[in-house]
């Protein structure tokens, strides 16, 4: 079992005072907590940036905070070298929605089984405040041409997931802790590319996406009786992009992940695994004329 | 006698010359002869002038020379394509349907297609209708290839043996009374050869085979010529060895995946070439930094950019040995033939394992292509170290960073009950968790520098080839051996005072032998498939000792024993 001591942060956090990491912080605890897996059989991979400090903030949990972009191949790797292992990926738009976009794509369109967690705060943080990727046309930044502010639409990444093949996709809010770990759970226990679009407001640089724009511009999506296995629905809930914001699960269906198809052993993992010499032999042997 | 023939087996890509390529080299070899075969190819599927080129020897041989016998053309870009390299008495034979006039009378026309559709029944058998009339006019006793076309075609059946022989047999009568020049070599008394090496490789297949036997467990790249068969040979035995095996969305993620897979704990290698190594670069250092071992191989091709895709050059070692930001241990291994390829394979792994690194393998196309038959690989032998790895008992203080003599902590991995691993790319402490404490930063860039010295006691030394000391030294490095050697050997046997320092093993640089040689030796000359001489560079660059005489090939075309001989003659060397 795994107590709220053993996942005591080993590092002061170094997030700003009321950042919207705090809340996906003490959901991952709380999901951590309630998965009833060994926390041994978990990893964290992060990629660059605020949202990928988060290994350092939490105790007892195997971790590798990466490159910017990178977490999700590296993650895959992790995965597929021991299937026994629960590999969650925490990343931020600006690294995964732009140097890591086309892996993330790829990812979902093997369905690995990983889960992937964007905190989504429409900038990039920790280089001190720049448009990201999800940021809003429009938005004036301090690399944004003047006077218009980003001049191009942001990445969707809800709809990015489903078109490209991912099995679980949802939207949570940093601001929700119950509806956030409920989610997470759902997302680690899913077979398949799960993945949740955080929303989260960086109350340092962000002015528009704010904890108040959040909490009056999102709405629960499982109140509207949405289907989560018609790919169509959850791909028009994903292209909403007016006054409010829907918060759930959007797809959720089952389909063959990566680990199916490549040639792992049927017992055991492939980091335990081990090529027996006479096999290489006989290949060689075979090859003499 | 002494037998030191070339064939040349010329035409457009997909038009078989690869078979009869394989044909020709599976007859020498199984009549117990040497051979050394290259392979010459535009990029592109279909189409253009390709030539596969094979050395045929009763003496080991390790290069291709300039020099042809035998072309074999089925095209008329053949027939005229190597005219010049054609050796004083050598014959070209070409399918009489193709349209060639300036007959000379080295051009033997014969019926290749046609007999193999009439006798064979099959057009397929054009190859053994090139060996037939190949056999026929260097006067090979036919019975010799009877037997190995019995020995190849055993498998597919009787009817396959008996339709392969008759054509060639058709063929081989046909050439014997119509053929009316005559070959410099008759090999009619001919008695099989003593030569017993039956395995049949080129480097890259000696590099997945290596790479198998050291217990590979996953391995991600994207298709860049000329590394890819490595890639495809060892998906090939995934499913029975169990290897995960995955073709990327680009180098980037190639990369990224091994890391993570042997973070997790599985040996892991990706192959690629100059330009897809390009984009690794920014992961190798990730590697570095969190000490995790992986095996990188590029096959070099011309560059930059997209240069030469099916060609050869020694042109990124530099770039190898320099790429990333930051200062870290790295090794390169250039084996240059595929023999040596078999143990570099087994050993990258090893040391990767031991020292927790990136460790590269450095080929070219010219080793990556290239085949020869080499003895049966025993693989009893192979050794597969893992390195230091943490006792298996519960450890709550675990840190995967522990400081270190050695600067080697003990490996754990994620899923080991009782520990908790923790990486990061960042500046971390001992137990993985970033820092921006200064005397940290300096204790772990020492810990990367003090794996060196445990390095270098165990790479191997360079080799000298030829007399212990002499006036003139050649100073090469991968593939460029087999070239280097046979011209020493040559110029040694006319009296020169010449031999060859080879290095596999070529960063970290050990420069005890360096130094002696350029001590010993009045000339050291540097032989490398490069413009700048790359590795002269680096020998200077750390023994301050400077190479003066240079010989450089950047055509994209392999070395050949009478090229270097050329090149020493006209540069005064020798």
């Known amino acids: 079992m795994i107590t709220p001591e053993m996942l005591e942060e080993p590092q002061k956090v170094t997030w700003c005072t009321g950042c919207g990491n705090f809340g996906i912080l003490a959901a991952l605890k709380k999901a951590v907590i309630e998965l009833g897996k060994p926390i041994h059989e978990i990893v964290l991979a992060s990629g660059i940036g605020c949202s990928s400090k988060i290994p350092h903030y939490i105790g007892g949990v195997n971790s590798i905070h990466t490159l910017h972009g990178r977490p999700i191949p590296i993650a895959t790797g992790i995965h597929l070298a021991n299937t026994n292992l629960d590999v969650i990926v925490h990343t931020g738009d600006g690294d995964c929605l732009a140097e890591g976009l086309g892996h993330f794509v790829h990812a979902a369109r093997r369905n690995v089984d990983i889960a992937v967690f964007i905190h989504n705060n429409g900038v990039n943080g920790l280089t001190k405040g720049q448009y990201s990727p999800a940021a809003p046309r429009g938005y004036v930044s301090n690399t944004s041409p003047p006077p218009p502010g980003a001049p191009m639409d942001p990445v969707n990444p809800m709809a990015q997931a489903i078109t490209a093949g991912a099995t679980f996709v949802a939207r949570g809010f940093s601001g929700d802790q119950k509806g956030l770990v409920n989610l997470m759970l759902e997302a680690i226990r899913h077979k398949g590319f799960a993945v949740i679009d955080i929303l989260q407001p960086c109350v340092t640089w962000n002015r528009q996406l704010t904890w108040k724009y959040y909490n009056e511009h999102t709405y629960a999506l499982e109140e509207t009786g949405h289907d989560v296995t018609n790919k169509f629905k959850a791909l028009e809930k994903a292209m909403e992009n007016g006054d409010r914001y829907p918060v759930g699960v959007f797809y959720k269906v089952e389909s063959p992940d990566l680990a199916s198809g490549i040639a792992l052993p049927e017992k055991g993992t492939l980091k335990d695994h081990t090529t027996d010499l006479k096999d290489v032999q006989k290949i060689i042997d075979d090859l003499l004329l | ?574």
């Open chain 2, 1 to 574: 006698m002494t037998m030191d023939i070339t064939f040349n087996i010329g035409g457009a890509a997909g038009q078989g010359i690869d078979t009869i390529g394989d044909l020709l080299t599976q007859v020498f070899v199984q009549a117990g002869f040497y051979t050394f075969t290259t392979k010459d190819f535009e990029s592109r599927i279909r189409g253009g002038y390709n030539f596969t080129q094979i050395r045929v020897s009763d003496i080991p041989i390790y290069a291709s020379v300039d020099q042809i016998d035998v072309i074999i053309a089925l095209s008329v870009d053949a027939v005229v394509g190597q005219r010049d390299n054609l050796s004083e008495g050598g014959v070209i034979i070409f399918d009489e349907s193709i349209e060639f006039e300036d007959l000379e009378a080295c051009h033997f026309s014969a019926p290749l297609e046609k007999i193999a559709r009439e006798v064979g029944g099959n057009v397929k058998m054009m190859n053994a209708a090139a060996l037939g009339a190949v056999i026929a006019v260097i006067n090979f006793p036919f019975e010799l290839v009877r037997q190995v076309l019995t020995d190849i075609f055993g498998r597919k059946g009787e009817k396959i043996v008996a339709g392969n022989v008759d054509v060639a047999k058709a063929l081989y009568d046909l050439t014997k009374s119509n053929f009316t020049g005559t070959c410099k070599y008759n090999l009619e008394t001919l008695e099989k050869g003593s030569c017993t090496d039956k395995l049949i490789l080129t480097g890259n297949k000696a590099l997945a085979l290596g790479a198998i036997a050291a217990n590979v467990k996953w391995i991600s790249s994207y298709p860049m010529s000329p590394s890819t068969s490595v890639f495809q040979d060892i998906v090939g035995y995934s499913q029975q060895l169990k290897i995960g095996s995955i073709q990327t969305e680009d180098e980037i993620a190639s990369l990224a995946m091994a890391i993570g897979a042997s973070f997790a704990g599985a040996r892991s290698m990706v192959t690629t070439s100059g330009g897809g190594f390009a984009l690794m670069v920014e992961a190798l250092g990730f590697a570095a930094m969190i000490e995790t071992p992986v095996v990188i191989y590029n096959a070099q091709r011309p560059g930059p950019s997209t240069g030469l895709p099916t060609r050869t050059e020694q042109a990124d070692l530099l770039f190898m040995a320099f790429s990333s930001q930051g200062e870290f241990p790295r090794i390169i291994l250039a084996p240059k033939d595929p023999v040596e390829a078999f143990n570099v394979a087994t050993r990258a792994f090893n040391l990767a394992d031991k020292f927790q690194i990136p460790v590269m393998i450095l080929g070219d196309q010219y080793f990556a292509d290239s085949v020869m038959n080499i003895p049966r690989i025993d693989v009893s032998g192979v050794k597969r170290d893992k390195g230091k790895l943490a006792r298996s008992r519960a450890d709550p203080d675990y840190k995967r960073y522990l400081l270190t003599e050695d600067g080697i902590s003990p490996r754990a991995f994620p899923g080991d009950k009782g520990k908790t691993i923790v990486s990061a790319g960042n500046v971390h402490r001992e137990d993985g968790h970033i820092t921006e404490d200064a005397e940290m930063r300096k204790l772990m860039v020492q810990k990367f520098m003090n794996k060196i010295p445990a390095i270098m006691t165990e790479l191997n030394p360079p080799q000298i080839y030829g007399t212990a000391q002499a006036d003139t030294t050649l100073l090469t490095w991968g593939s460029t051996w087999g070239a280097a050697y046979e011209a020493v050997k040559s110029l040694a046997a006319k009296g020169e005072s010449i031999n060859q320092l080879h290095f596999c093993d070529v960063f970290p640089l050990r420069t005890a032998k360096l130094r002696e040689v350029f001590a010993q030796s009045k000339q050291v000359i540097a032989v490398e498939q490069n413009i700048t001489s790359q590795f002269a560079s680096l020998v200077r660059m750390h023994t301050g000792l400077a190479v003066k005489q240079h010989i450089n090939k950047y055509d994209g075309r392999p070395m050949t024993p009478g090229w270097i001989i050329s090149e020493l003659e006209e540069g005064g060397i020798v």
